[in-house]
């Protein structure tokens, strides 16, 4: 990976490949080079252009240009926002079919363009849009990344700072699972700082109770199809969760992040792609945290789990 350029290709520039773009510009420092791929190429050079005449104002100073898979010769990430969108009501994993299809025109070019980064995917269904990736492009594990439960994650801390009234930064909290229904939060591993929140649930002290705790989980779990239902479309919330992945991996910052890796031998799982914490840096995941999770979260964990290997198994590779 060339760490001094410095440069990321984004595939699709939709609602949420440029709330990653613009992002990226305004967080500044993150890379020098942005490249902006789209199958209709004159969309891609407005958005280009737009985001070049808002340099002035950014904090960083970078390239952004309209270019082609080529491009992605000397990336050190291509990121894949490419997809259908998901329409009110349906689940994520009903854009599993349509969405392959528009993967296999994507990741062959790449590959050919002899990239040798780390692609980091966010088009749902991401879980198995990620081992797509994977499978088709014949990349290492490591270097293969999906969105995961990123935003749900920052979802859920969002939510217990609420709860709690303390700065979501305080909360250390996952979703973990599949990016969809059956994801769930293993309230044992849940900290307020160094303190359970286990603990602080039982202290009859307090007014906190686990109810709370399910209302606020199922919360976490509904979100997109509320925001789906009142504009049509997710994309500020990944579109930052896709800037802040990319910033660990080319600041080698070795951030704990719930990204979609494949499992070998943890949680008691073998190649499936999934939300799990991890360790991300400069080669992509490092590390996958395993948490101790409880008989009843490791059940859950299972449900979750088999649900994307059912959806897998169904596809046409």
């Given at each position: 990976m060339n760490t001094d350029k410095r440069k990321v290709v984004l595939i699709g520039t939709g609602m949420v490949g440029m709330s990653f773009a613009y992002a990226l510009v305004n967080q500044g420092g993150i890379c020098n080079e942005l490249v902006l791929i789209d199958v209709n190429k004159e969309r891609a050079n407005g958005e280009a252009m737009d985001l070049n005449h808002g340099l002035a104002f950014a904090k960083s100073n970078m390239r952004i240009y309209a270019g082609e898979y080529k491009d992605c010769k000397d990336a050190d990430i291509v990121v894949i926002a490419a997809g259908v969108a998901q329409k009110e009501g349906e689940t994520r994993l009903d854009l599993l079919q349509r969405n392959t299809e528009v993967f296999r025109s994507i990741i062959n070019p790449v590959v050919k363009s002899g990239f040798d980064g780390i692609f980091l995917v966010a088009t749902n269904p991401v879980d198995i849009m990620t081992r797509v990736t994977y499978e088709l492009s014949r990349f290492g594990a490591s270097r293969v990344i999906g969105t995961g439960t990123?935003?749900?994650?920052?979802?859920?801390?969002?939510?217990?700072?609420?709860?709690?009234?303390?700065?979501?930064?305080?909360?250390?909290?996952?979703?973990?699972?599949?990016?969809?229904?059956?994801?769930?939060?293993?309230?044992?591993?849940?900290?307020?700082?160094?303190?359970?929140v286990t603990e602080i649930l039982e202290d009859e002290r307090n007014d906190y109770n686990i109810d709370d705790m399910q209302s606020i989980e199922e919360q976490v779990r509904t979100s997109a199809y509320k925001i789906i239902k009142a504009k049509r479309a997710t994309y500020y919330g990944i579109g930052m969760a896709i800037a802040r992945i990319?910033?660990?991996?080319?600041?080698?910052?070795?951030?704990?992040?719930?990204?979609?890796?494949?499992?070998?031998?943890?949680y008691d799982s073998k190649n499936v792609f999934i939300g799990v914490p991890c360790i991300i840096g400069r080669n992509g995941v490092k590390e996958i945290v395993e948490l101790s999770l409880t008989d009843e979260e490791k059940e859950k964990f299972c449900k979750s789990?088999?649900?994307?290997?059912?959806?897998?198994?169904?596809?046409?590779?």
């Open positions: 990123s935003l749900d994650t920052a979802r859920l801390r969002y939510l217990l700072g609420d709860y709690f009234t303390v700065d979501p930064k305080n909360i250390h909290a996952y979703v973990i699972g599949e990016h969809g229904d059956s994801e769930f939060v293993p309230f044992s591993q849940v900290m307020l700082a160094t303190k359970s990319v910033k660990a991996i080319l600041g080698d910052e070795n951030s704990v992040l719930t990204v979609s890796a494949k499992l070998c031998g943890e789990r088999q649900v994307l290997e059912d959806s897998f198994d169904g596809l046409n590779l």
